[in-house]
């Protein structure tokens, strides 16, 4: 698939993305009330705005992995952040540590971004293997956690 001349990468794309405030609004109230991965949602806005398809295998491995990476590692540093957040405006005595966990947690998304970029690059490298609709898939995905279609349709609507 040729990528248009002025394609950005996604790590740029999502900054530029996240950096609105209507935007952020938006993934935040996902994330925070919904459990959405925002890797996943700014990986979906990034493929549809540079028209990718991805095989249904490989749309299915990113979404899982953003899945995974988000239980497992980015909510257990956000909750612990927001805990020092607590204690920091109580006692002033975490700047540091918030500092760092929010540091962490964006060196992380930059490197889940990255990964996503790399399988969509060598996905779309040549000709499309198997089945190409990353919409069918993200439906199927979607029906299957009722809270996250619910979340995307009332956020992304507004």
């Known amino acids: 698939m040729n990528a248009p001349v002025n394609e950005q990468s996604l790590w740029v794309f999502a900054c530029e993305r996240y950096s609105q405030k209507l935007e952020q609004a938006r993934l935040l109230e996902a994330q925070n009330t919904y459990h959405v991965s925002v890797c996943a949602v700014l990986w979906c806005?990034?493929?549809d705005a540079y028209k990718k398809l991805l095989p249904l295998a490989e749309f299915e491995s990113g979404l899982?992995?953003?899945d995974s990476v988000d239980q497992s590692?980015?909510?257990p540093l956000r909750a612990?952040?927001?805990q020092s957040t607590i204690k920091t405006t109580?006692?002033?005595?975490?700047d540091h540590a918030k500092k760092s966990l929010?540091?962490?947690e964006l060196q992380i998304e930059r490197e889940l971004l990255s990964s996503l970029e790399v399988l969509t690059l060598s996905a779309c490298n040549g000709e499309a293997r198997g089945a190409c609709c990353h919409?069918?898939?993200l439906n199927?995905?979607?029906a299957s956690r009722p809270q996250a279609l619910k979340a995307l349709l009332s956020i992304f609507s507004k």
């Open 80 to 82: 612990l952040r927001n």
């Open 64 to 66: 899982t992995l953003c």
């Open 90 to 94: 109580q006692h002033g005595v975490f």
């Open 73 to 75: 590692v980015l909510s």
């Open 135 to 137: 919409a069918e898939f």
């Open 140 to 142: 199927q995905f979607l």
């Open 45 to 47: 806005q990034w493929l």
């Open 102 to 104: 929010l540091h962490a």
